[in-house]
């Protein structure tokens, strides 16, 4: 590989990089604020956690579909759609004048929040399999990054709890979106080749093969139309069979027994996860007074622990440890 090529992918995960990180800055600077703006349109303590959840669903809902158009339409188009879609989620939150209104804003940035998923497949086009695991830590880190200074900034941003001002970090969130948006219209190259009019979403993660020179000069003939559709595609099915998402793929994915518990511990630990986060947060409020500044603070502590835990910690207990061992203690705990 060359250092052009090792220069222009640095770059390109730095780019992403920043993407991510002030797209989830926006994200977590909403975290402590839910749970109050709710409140303000009269919701019960089962409302705040319907709102907490919705997020999730929608993203649960609509991010195979936004995979599969990414797969046609291209990586980039995407990630700049959700964007500017969280943006106007944002805003459209910051002026809903009624509790319904505002559900409809948190489940219009539930729609539009595909980024990470986005983003994990770009990263998956342009890195070969043995460094896979390095480009999704780059997701990770963002993640953990944004969500420790996020909630700490809306806290800051909403003021005091006697007169809070909920509308000011909603407008800072949006900005933020569209500061990630930026990023990525400016500088970020899509990640899927394109040819006779659409992108190809058979090529194979590392022709193994293939040397170095040879899979250079077969990307040059895919960019310049020297390959045909029917030449890359027919080559490539026969490695990897078609990758696109339908159902018969989700059928052949979930087969597998233990990936089926595997999704049920992920589900049930998510809903347990959402579920604490929304009543932790009216139950401080009550029994504590505290106002979005302190539970923005909080929120903080748990995404530096997050991030330290998931950053550093995993990564070398899993090297003493069994997964499965490690997996169940985490549950437990």
């Not at 390109?12 to 709710?38: M, W």
């Not at 049930?268 to 986060?277: D, K, N, W, Y």
């Given at each position: 590989m060359t250092q052009s090529t090792d220069n222009s992918r640095s770059r390109?995960?730095?780019?992403?990089?920043?993407?991510?990180?002030?797209?989830?800055?926006?994200?977590?600077?909403?975290?402590?604020?839910?749970?109050?703006?709710?409140e303000q349109f009269g919701a019960s303590p089962l409302g705040v956690a319907l709102l907490f959840a919705l997020y999730s669903l929608m993203q649960l809902v609509f991010t195979p579909f936004w995979g599969y158009l990414s797969d046609r339409v291209g990586?980039?188009?995407?990630?700049?759609?959700?964007?500017?879609?969280?943006?106007?989620?944002?805003?459209?939150?910051?002026?809903?004048?009624?509790?319904?209104?505002?559900f409809a804003a948190r489940g219009l940035a539930g729609v539009m929040?595909?980024?990470?998923?986005?983003?994990k497949a770009y990263i998956a086009d342009i890195t070969p399999l043995h460094e896979r695991a390095k480009g999704m830590g780059i997701i990770g880190?963002?993640?953990?990054?944004?969500?420790?200074?996020?909630?700490?900034?809306?806290?800051l941003l909403a003021g005091s709890a006697e007169n809070p001002n909920f509308q000011r970090p909603?407008?800072?969130?949006?900005g933020l979106s569209l500061a990630a948006f930026a990023f990525a219209a400016v500088a970020l190259p899509e990640s899927l080749p394109k040819i006779t009019g659409r992108y190809i979403t058979e090529m194979p993660p590392?022709?193994?093969?293939?040397?170095?020179?040879?899979?250079?000069?077969?990307?040059?003939?895919?960019?310049?139309?020297?390959r045909t559709d029917k030449q890359t595609n027919d080559?490539?099915?026969?490695?990897?069979?078609?990758?696109?998402?339908?159902?018969?793929?989700?059928i052949q994915v979930l087969k597998p027994i233990q990936i089926r518990h595997l999704i049920s511990i992920l589900v049930?630990?998510?809903?347990?996860?959402?579920?604490?986060?929304?009543?932790?947060?009216?139950?401080?409020?009550?029994?504590?007074?505290w106002g979005p500044r302190p539970l923005g603070f909080m929120f903080m502590f748990y995404g530096i622990i997050a991030a330290i835990i998931q950053g550093g910690l995993t990564g070398k207990l899993t090297q003493k440890f069994r997964e499965n061992k490690l997996l169940t203690t985490g549950v437990a705990i």
């Open positions: 390109i995960f730095l780019l992403l990089f920043l993407s991510v990180f002030v797209d989830l800055i926006g994200f977590g600077i909403i975290a402590p604020l839910l749970p109050f703006i709710a990586r980039r188009p995407i990630l700049l759609l959700s964007y500017v879609g969280s943006a106007v989620a944002y805003l459209f939150f910051a002026i809903a004048p009624t509790l319904g209104l505002v929040g595909s980024s990470i998923s986005v983003t880190a963002a993640f953990g990054c944004g969500f420790m200074i996020g909630p700490a900034l809306g806290g909603l407008f800072v969130a949006a590392e022709p193994l093969e293939e040397s170095e020179s040879e899979r250079a000069k077969r990307g040059q003939e895919i960019r310049t139309g020297k080559r490539t099915s026969k490695r990897t069979g078609d990758r696109r998402f339908n159902v018969a793929t989700l049930l630990f998510s809903m347990a996860t959402v579920g604490v986060q929304s009543i932790l947060v009216l139950w401080c409020e009550r029994q504590f007074q």
